[in-house]
């Protein structure tokens, strides 16, 4: 699950159990140029709940929660470094664009650490606030669980001037938030919209501009089905297995 595009679009990393295994693991797929490869266990066997990888803006590396640590690996799962943000987990990391600060969750807060210096973007109403994706240098996404315990999905700033999207509701759950693009105009999410959904929970779209919706079933009868799509994610550069 949580899968992530490498820059170039050859890589994907994502979190799985191992067969046989209880603990998270984090692994990798390579596109080989005809099919992607049969993805590689980077942490291994180690005992800890390995979760939430991302790739850096170069590619270079991965950012990802070992044991509720932040944890940064090269492609190989040589461990690089990792980040001390005080009290509890630290969750969910993402890199900023600068490739050295890094928004996360702790505490039920979003939060950023840069420069060794943690400080809290985020802690506004609501029971819980995860998942931060940043789209710029100043912005970005995040989902808050609302005091109904539904999720909905917020845009903020760095000065924590966070704000709901439109489509937001009391009803159902927004989550999950991944841009296309640059996330202004377009943006993924996953949804519990009963009205047009079809699983649990579905990926769809939205156009921030137009304010419209759209389940990817709709686009892609493959893409949606019975089961829980969650987690998505979005590459212009990703390569596709050749027919035969």
């Known amino acids: 699950m949580n899968g992530h595009f490498s820059p170039d679009g050859r890589h994907i990393v994502f979190m799985?159990?191992?067969?046989?295994?209880?603990?998270?693991?984090?692994?990798?797929?390579?596109?080989d140029g005809?099919?992607?490869a049969d993805p590689v266990n980077l942490t291994g066997l180690n005992g800890k709940r390995d979760e939430d990888p991302k790739f850096s803006p170069d590619g270079a590396s991965i950012i990802y929660k070992s044991d509720g640590v932040l944890t940064q690996m090269d492609l190989n799962g040589k461990v690089i470094s990792t980040y001390s943000v005080g009290d509890g987990e630290a969750?969910?990391?993402?890199?900023?664009?600068?490739?050295?600060?890094?928004?996360?969750?702790?505490?039920?807060?979003?939060?950023?650490?840069?420069?060794?210096v943690v400080r809290t973007i985020w802690g506004g109403p609501g029971l819980s606030s995860y998942y931060p994706i940043a789209i710029s240098s100043n912005a970005f996404y995040?989902?808050?669980?609302?005091?109904?315990k539904t999720d909905r999905v917020m845009f903020s700033d760095l000065a924590g001037n966070a704000t709901p999207l439109f489509f937001d509701s009391t009803v159902w759950d927004s989550s999950d938030p991944f841009p296309f693009e640059?996330?202004?105009?377009?943006?993924?999410?996953?949804?519990?919209?009963?009205e047009t959904g079809f699983g649990g929970y579905d990926?769809?779209?939205?156009?921030?501009?137009?304010?419209?919706?759209?389940?990817?079933?709709?686009?892609?009868?493959?893409i949606n089905t019975s089961m829980e799509e969650l987690g998505p994610a979005w590459s212009s550069t990703a390569h596709y297995?050749?027919?035969v």
């Open 16 to 31: 799985g159990s191992q067969k046989g295994e209880k603990d998270w693991d984090i692994f990798i797929t390579t596109f």
């Open 34 to 36: 005809i099919r992607w």
């Open 91 to 116: 969750s969910m990391p993402y890199f900023m664009p600068n490739g050295t600060d890094i928004l996360f969750e702790n505490s039920k807060e979003i939060k950023m650490i840069s420069k060794g």
């Open 142 to 148: 995040f989902t808050q669980t609302q005091s109904n």
């Open 182 to 194: 640059n996330g202004m105009r377009y943006l993924f999410y996953v949804t519990t919209n009963r």
């Open 203 to 222: 990926v769809a779209v939205a156009d921030l501009r137009l304010k419209k919706t759209w389940n990817l079933y709709t686009l892609n009868r493959k």
């Open 241 to 243: 297995p050749k027919t």
